[in-house]
Nanobody
Framework: QVDLVESGGGSVQAGGSLTLSCEAS????????LGWFRQIPGKERERLAV????????NYSNSAKGRFTISQDAAKNIMTLQMSSLQPEDTAMYYC?????????????????WGRGTQVTVSA
C-alpha cells in the first residue's frame, strides 16, 4: 500500500506555469514506481511521466516532453511535476500514482495506488 496526496493544482492563464506535488506514504520499505497522470473530461487517462522512488529511471510521454519536468525527493517521499507553457488543452484532473515493481518497468506498469487528484485549469 502507498498512500498518495496531491497538491498544487489551480487556475492559470495560458503560457503560465504550475508545480504539482505528491506526498507518498509507503507502507513498506520496498522501492516503487511513481507517476503523474491526467484525465481530461471525456478522454482516457493519460500517463505523463514516471520516476522510481529513488529518483532514477525518469520517463516522459510524448505529450509531456519539453514542457513538464518530474522529480523525486527520495528523502522526503515527495514527487513534483513542474509544468510550463501551459495551454487550455492541459486543463484536466492530475493524479499521482504508485506501484511496487522494477525501476526499468515503471513506464509500462498498470498503477495500483492512486491519489484523489488535483485540478488544473488553464484559461485562454
Amino acid at each position: 500500500q502507498v498512500d498518495l496526496v496531491e497538491s498544487g493544482g489551480g487556475s492559470v492563464q495560458a503560457g503560465g506555469s504550475l508545480t504539482l506535488s505528491c506526498e507518498a506514504s509507503p507502507h513498506t520499505n520496498h522501492r516503487y514506481c511513481l507517476g503523474w497522470f491526467r484525465q481530461i473530461p471525456g478522454k482516457e487517462r493519460e500517463r505523463l511521466a514516471v520516476v522510481y522512488s529513488d529518483g532514477s529511471n525518469i520517463n516522459y510521454s510524448n505529450s509531456a516532453k519539453g514542457r513538464f519536468t518530474i522529480s523525486q525527493d527520495a528523502a522526503k517521499n515527495i514527487m513534483t511535476l513542474q509544468m510550463s507553457s501551459l495551454q487550455p488543452e492541459d486543463t484536466a484532473m492530475y493524479y499521482c500514482a504508485a506501484r511496487y515493481g522494477v525501476d526499468t518497468l515503471c513506464a509500462t506498469y498498470v498503477y495500483k495506488y492512486w491519489g484523489r487528484g488535483t485540478q488544473v485549469t488553464v484559461s485562454a
